[in-house]
């Protein structure tokens, strides 16, 4: 049976709410405990970096636990409803830290939470991603799903970054009068984490009613060592790994230290209404990139003269954003110029390297007689967390040089000395665009997945099956 609409879009709603809670974890928990409750930057970027690396372990025997799975409902569903659960209960806990905890046992708090979010979090997506080949046909059914859902994806990420700054201060003023501004968003994300957890809860039990997986589907159930093999193998897949740890690593060190040039750098009464100003722009101007912009850009050029153009136009938007700090623009409007096209080319890049992961699946079959959509797709999962993780520990040290704190007042840090917000703003352009220089180094000289070859590979692997019958 082909895919249908309610499918695709039961699908594609989990990943929105998935997204909106990773996005939520990714962005926020440093400025969180950070910021707001007062755990030393430092403390919080090796809580954030190990965390990453438990998951180097933790994913890929979560990827083997679900392909041993038997149940009556299948064998990714069970996970995906449990793992859901958890990591919403888990998420909240971790936004909502008793106030009578301080120093190390904060410390403790904020590592054993993180911990915990990052582990049920693989519990529901691994199983989310790699249940795709059990309802699907393949071919291109199944790589327009995937297309389909890392867009919404997007848009759930999207999401969060427009609404949380918003949100975190009105939910923070209800019942609560008289209090600080610290006090107000540390409330305010407690709530807001709250709504988040249950509308993540409800986005993906539509998605476990909605998506049956095929009686048919029998996944053979790789060793941890095969797995890792089978990436290895993938020449191209691993190219496009290591392209999506660059660049979501170039997004999310820009992504953690936003909040803090719009408070500390810009400063000011109204610097709260700056950045939410300038993330609900960008966070339009990435879902109408992914939705709307990529498939204009494709009709007229090829996958990869897009993603070119994607890295140039997120290159020029960090120089031209970097030119305007060091001049001393204050104004939001003018800040929006770059921000267009760096969020615009993120949006893309975003869809363009899943499309180019989901080619190297046939490439991988083609070379190693085997399909390993689980397995790449599962280490998609890790290397962008482990991008995460990086980027919120270069943003920690960021803030342990530079001196920004929650003992400084955001007129005091506008006004502190030129060497500490220039290190702030070195970090959040420069760093980026060095990622991105790099990784599009790297895909340059190593992938070779065009449209033609693609072409090649099908007819080739077609032939195979042609012959096999």
Known sequence: ???????????????????????????????????????????????LMAARIFDAFNDPVMGVIVAKTRTRWGRFRPWLLIGTCLNAVVLYLMFAAPPALSGNGLIAYAAVFYILWGVTYTMMDIPFWSMIPAFTEGGKERE?????ARSCAGVGSALITVVTMICVPLLGRIG???????????????????????????????????????????MEAPSIGQMFQALIKNDQAMTVVITIVLINCSLYITSN?????????????????????????????QILSMMLFYPLLRKLFSALQV????????????????????????????????????????????????VFLANTVDYGELKNSRRDESVIFSMQTFVV???????????????????????????????????????????????????????VFIFTRKYMLTD??????TEELQRRKGDIR
């Not at 409800?202 to 029998?218: F, P």
């Not at 030119?323 to 615009?344: A, D, E, K, S, T």
């Open 385 to 439: 967390k482990l991008a995460s993780g990086v980027a919120a520990m270069i943003a920690s040290i960021c803030l342990s040089i530079s001196h920004i704190s929650q003992d400084t007042s955001a007129a005091e840090a506008a006004a502190a000395g030129a060497s500490s917000v220039a290190v702030l703003r070195m970090t959040m352009t420069v760093l980026p665009i060095a990622g991105l220089l790099i990784a």
């Open 257 to 285: 230290l936003l909040i803090y040039f719009f408070k500390y750098d810009i400063g000011g009464a109204n610097w709260n209404a700056g950045y939410v100003l300038f993330n609900t722009f960008g966070g339009g101007v």
């Open 452 to 457: 033609e070859k693609l072409r090649e590979i």
């Open 176 to 218: 609560h009068s008289h209090m600080t501004e610290r006090e107000i968003e540390r409330y305010g994300f407690q709530w807001f984490a709250l709504v988040v957890s249950i509308l993540f809860v409800v986005l993906l039990v539509l998605t476990c009613i909605n998506i049956k997986e095929k009686s048919t589907v029998d």
């Open 1 to 47: 049976m082909k895919l249908s609409k309610k499918e695709t879009i039961s699908y594609g709603l989990g990943a929105v709410g998935k997204d909106m809670v990773y996005m939520l974890s990714a962005s926020y928990v440093l400025y969180y405990y950070q910021d707001i409750l007062g755990v030393s930057a430092f403390a919080m970027g090796v809580i």
């Open 307 to 354: 993603f070119y153009v994607s890295f140039v136009m997120a290159v020029g938007g960090y120089a031209v954003l970097l030119i305007q700090m060091f001049m001393g623009v204050r104004n939001v409007y003018l800040l929006l110029i770059p921000g267009f096209f760096v969020f615009m080319a993120f949006g893309m890049l975003t869809v363009l390297t899943t």
């Open 144 to 148: 327009n799903l995937t297309t389909i």
